[in-house]
């Protein structure tokens, strides 16, 4: 389908599901207007070199880690918790770049994550019925009549922190606190003492000592010091609210091309992905890497329709398929799609999402995800991809810095009795630093022979 009668509101013409319901449509055109004045919150040549990287993703040349919050919070917005995020996906970054040998692609689900589709427009509590929570460019997570009014300022609210976030992540980079030579000081306390926080030292030590000798034969000169003291850094999110991400696409002055300017890449939810939706509609037509969740319900026509109508030039780098099936079926649902998309020539990255199919109630309808479960669907996605001869290309988690306990078992050995003691999420539950440590390392186990 040719883009050259695309506009960024084309979507309006399409049916769009999970949007809220706004009460006052003059307040949410005010604000569209508004965010149509703002600066971009990325920039066009930053996106094409996120593209760039992705097509040696799909070719197998690099690996692609991609976390951060399920939704962030205007409450928790502090420059520790941007830091912790941050220190969390280097420390993953690291340990995988060793036991990979490859370039690690770093996209962190931030700057711009406030939005979350939902099984049900309303929730109920103690027999009230109140309209979901849709995260807080929407509503309130407070359980109040007003609190889950849909308020189109919180949309503004979202690009004023984005753009903060953003900001403070550039200073991280590029200003010496991603310097590798601070490898030790990524780690965290209250995961330096557990097995996998000193598994993380040990090869700190080593890394250290790789350095040490570097920076003594010279090789640590002026002319390579960059490649120490920072690191390339990308933002991505849900593209879920359409306002917001079509007021934030711009025109490239150099190419003439449409990028959504709120973030490196977007991706399509499993529940927004319909071919003829609004959604497939808005994302074909700017020039962002684009990712899709797929479910264990997908068919092979439908990836191949997303494929078509995504990335008709079968551009390498454009397109993410980011499979979300769950320990139980990813060995029935993955196959065949593999299997479907070779022929094709398809150029895709074919990522793993072990979190969102891995989703339980546990005692006192706590929603969590189990270790096993999600280390389960790990190995699962690379025996398959082995057996089949094709490219595991990255994973995606929902993590977070903090010492939470909100996903049971991990180096910590959290059981679900330990869960209301820091369950502090506003959506779904996220990995803690040292359980992400663990899926870093078994991610680095399991590649380390096939590359």
Request: hydrophobic share 35%.
């Amino acid at each position: 389908m040719s883009t050259s009668n695309w506009q960024p509101l084309s979507w309006r013409q399409f049916k769009a599901l999970q949007q809220p319901e706004w009460p006052d449509r003059n307040l949410l055109d005010e604000v569209y207007e508004n965010l149509s004045r703002y600066p971009p919150l990325v920039f066009a040549g930053e996106v094409r070199d996120l593209k760039a990287h992705l097509a040696d993703v799909a070719q197998g040349k690099a690996f692609l880690l991609q976390g951060g919050d399920c939704a962030e919070s205007f409450s928790d917005f502090t420059a520790n918790a941007i830091r912790d995020k941050l220190k969390v996906l280097l420390q993953m970054a690291v340990i995988l770049t060793h036991g990979l040998g490859k370039p690690v692609i770093k996209v962190g689900r931030i700057a711009g994550q406030f939005a979350k589709p939902r099984s049900s427009p309303v929730e109920v509590q103690n027999g009230v019925s109140l309209p979901s929570f849709r995260g807080e460019s929407v509503n309130d997570p407070s359980f109040t009549e007003d609190a889950r009014i849909p308020d189109p300022r919180r949309l503004e609210r979202a690009y004023f922190q984005s753009a903060s976030t953003i900001n403070l992540l550039r200073a991280f980079t590029c200003g010496g606190f991603a310097d590798l030579r601070q490898l030790h000081n990524w780690n965290q306390d209250f995961v330096a003492q557990s097995p996998q926080g000193q598994r993380y030292a040990l090869l700190a030590d080593q890394l250290s000592d790789a350095l040490r000798f570097m920076k003594a034969i010279g090789i640590n000169g002026h002319q390579h010091g960059s490649v120490l003291r920072e690191v390339e850094y990308f933002t991505s999110h849900e593209a879920l609210i359409l306002e917001y991400e079509s007021a934030l696409t711009r025109r490239d002055s150099l190419t003439g091309d449409y990028y959504d300017c709120s973030a490196h890449m977007l991706w399509i939810g499993e529940r927004t992905r319909q071919l003829e939706g609004a959604h497939v509609e808005f994302l074909r037509g700017v020039k962002n890497p684009v990712g899709v969740k797929i479910g264990p319900t997908v068919t092979a026509d439908e990836v191949l329709g997303l494929c078509d109508r995504l990335n008709p030039q079968n551009e390498p780098g454009r397109l993410t398929l980011i499979t979300r099936s769950g320990h139980g079926r990813i060995e029935q649902t993955l196959p065949p799609l593999l299997r479907a998309m070779a022929p094709e020539g398809r150029a895709i990255a074919w990522i793993c999402d072990p979190m969102h199919g891995n989703t339980y109630e546990a005692p006192g309808r706590i929603k969590t995800r189990s270790m096993e479960h999600i280390l389960s669907e790990l190995k699962s996605f690379f025996t398959i991809h082995q057996a089949e001869g094709t490219i595991p290309g990255g994973v995606h988690f929902e993590l977070t810095g903090d010492n939470v306990t909100e996903c049971i078992g991990g180096s910590h050995e959290i059981r679900e009795e330990h869960l209301t003691e820091r369950y502090e999420t506003t959506c779904d539950p996220r990995l803690n630093v040292a359980q992400s440590l663990d899926v870093a390392f078994l991610v680095a186990e399991l590649l380390r022979g096939s590359v």
